[in-house]
C-alpha cells in the first residue's frame, strides 16, 4: 500500500530524510509542502496558518524569540469528542547544517481537548512549556514544526525520564511510535533565523 504524500513529506521534512537550504526569503517546495490540514499558530503580531518565513521587518523575528509567549493554537477542524498532542520541535538545531540536537524539544502538550482546540482556546496537560524559537547567531535559518497528532482514546502519553532531563536530540519517531499516534492530523511550520543576523 502506498504511503500517503503527507506522511512522505513529513518523513522528508522531520526525519531528515532529505534536506534543503531556505533561500533568505523564499521557501522551498518541501518546506512549502510540510502544512496541511488547517492547523493555525497566532501570536500577537503573526498568524501563521501556513508555511512561512519570518521577516526580519517590523521585529517579528525578534519579538518571537524575546517577547510572545506560546502561541494560540486552532484547528477548526478538532472532532469535539476526541484527545490531541501538540508538539512543537526544531530539526535543525543547533543548525539546519550541522543537526547534532535536531528535533529540540519546545513545546509538548497532551490529552488536549478536541472543543477547546476547536475554539483556539486550547486546553491540556503540559508536558514540556513552551520555549520560544531562538536559533543561535549565524546558524542560518531553523524550521520550526507543529504536529498535532489524535491521542488514542484511554492512552495516557507521557514523557520517559530520560526524554525529561533533555530537550535536544529527542527522538521524535520513537515517542510518535510508543504511543501510536501515527501520521499527524495537521502539521504548520515557520522558518527564522537569529534576529540579529
Known amino acids: 500500500m502506498a ?8 518523513c522528508a521534512c522531520v526525519f531528515g530524510f532529505y534536506r534543503v537550504e531556505a533561500a533568505s526569503d523564499t521557501l522551498s517546495s518541501l518546506d ?16 501563521i496558518d501556513k508555511c512561512l518565513i519570518i ?21 477548526p477542524a478538532a472532532d469535539k469528542k476526541k484527545m ?15 543537526p547534532t540536537s535536531a528535533h529540540w524539544r519546545h513545546w509538548l502538550v497532551v490529552d488536549i481537548q478536541g472543543n477547546t482546540l476547536k475554539k483556539g482556546q486550547m486546553t491540556g496537560t503540559t508536558l514540556t512549556d513552551y520555549h ?5 547567531q549565524k546558524s542560518g535559518f531553523h ?10 482514546p484511554d492512552t495516557p ?3 520517559t525520564k530520560q526524554e525529561k532531563s533533555a530537550r535536544g536530540k529527542w527522538d521524535l519517531e520513537a515517542f510518535i511510535q510508543r504511543f501510536a499516534l501515527g501520521v499527524p492530523v495537521a502539521t504548520l511550520q ?4 537569529n534576529y540579529k543576523d
Do not use: H
Open 3 to 10: 504511503a500517503p504524500t503527507p506522511f512522505l513529506v513529513l
Open 32 to 47: 512549502s509542502s510540510y502544512c496541511y490540514g488547517g492547523l493555525k499558530a497566532i501570536y500577537p503580531e503573526l498568524d
Open 55 to 75: 521577516l526580519k521587518d517590523m521585529k517579528l523575528r525578534e519579538n518571537i524569540s524575546t517577547v510572545w509567549k506560546a502561541p494560540q493554537i486552532y484547528f
Open 84 to 98: 490531541y498532542v501538540l508538539v512543537m520541535i526544531d530539526p535543525d538545531a543547533p543548525s539546519r547544517t550541522k
Open 132 to 136: 520560544p524559537p531562538t536559533p543561535p
Open 143 to 152: 524550521r520550526y514544526q507543529f504536529m498535532l497528532f489524535e491521542q488514542p
Open 157 to 159: 502519553v507521557s514523557l
Open 190 to 193: 515557520f522558518l527564522t533565523q
